[in-house]
T-cell receptor, first 115, second 111 residues
């Protein structure tokens, strides 16, 4: 099906482990984003990408690594997970070439628990 | 970044109109006003956006003050499915990083 998909939807890991959250979109959108949402808070931008091989930091990038070798994929890696990274992670994409549009399409989220 | 201010929560009866306010007194001339909503256990979804003129679509209407320092999202007939958190966001098309979510307004809809 067309759209934006995240995997895994649920993940439990331990402190210090590496975790990768996957995001895949089928629209060939230029822009992709990773947000995290903590209980009772709005979404905070972690990283974003304007195109393949172009990434930039958002508000809360520390402890996260991203890559974008292909337009359709934007994985988010926690190299050494900490309890403070327990959160719901949302991936989003946006059309437009060269500049973003404000219409983002979000995935269903990945709920990560770090013990 | 220009900030927005929204009430933490609002209540509405089903099938009545709902007016969700948003203040953005430091808005710049190039900022678009976007609204998103987030249903329980789902990712946010785009609702509507505008720059200066009022806008209508199948989901809602957006009324923008003449000085652009405030806006109102209007749901013409609220249903139980409209219960969600509504985010008012200022978006500058020059850079993607400006799409910053606040804490939004939690809308409760009752029978």
């Amino acid at each position: 099906d067309a759209g934006i998909t995240q995997s895994p939807r649920y993940k439990i890991t331990e402190t210090g482990r590496q975790v990768t959250l996957m995001c895949h979109q089928t629209w060939s959108h230029s822009y992709m984003f990773w947000y995290r949402q903590d209980l009772g808070h709005g979404l905070r931008l972690i990283y974003y990408s304007a195109a393949a091989d172009i990434t930039d930091k958002g508000e809360v990038p520390d402890g996260y690594v991203v890559s974008r070798s292909k337009t359709e994929n934007f994985p988010l890696t926690l190299e050494s997970a900490t309890r403070s990274q327990t959160s719901v992670y949302f991936c989003a994409s946006s059309g437009g070439t060269g500049r973003a549009t404000g219409e983002l399409f979000f995935g269903e989220g990945s709920r990560l628990t770090v013990l | 970044d220009a900030k927005t201010t929204q009430p933490n929560s609002m209540e509405s009866n089903e099938e009545e109109p709902v007016h969700l306010p948003c203040n953005h007194s430091t808005i710049s001339g190039t900022d678009y006003i976007h609204w998103y909503r987030q249903l329980p256990s789902q990712g946010p979804e785009y609702v509507i956006h505008g720059l200066t003129s009022n806008v209508n679509n199948r989901m809602a209407s957006l009324a923008i003050a003449e000085d652009r320092k405030s806006s109102t999202l209007i749901l013409h007939r609220a249903t139980l499915r409209d219960a969600a958190v509504y985010y008012c966001i200022l978006f500058y098309t020059g850079t993607a990083s400006k799409l910053t979510f606040g804490t939004g307004t939690r809308l409760q809809v009752t029978l």
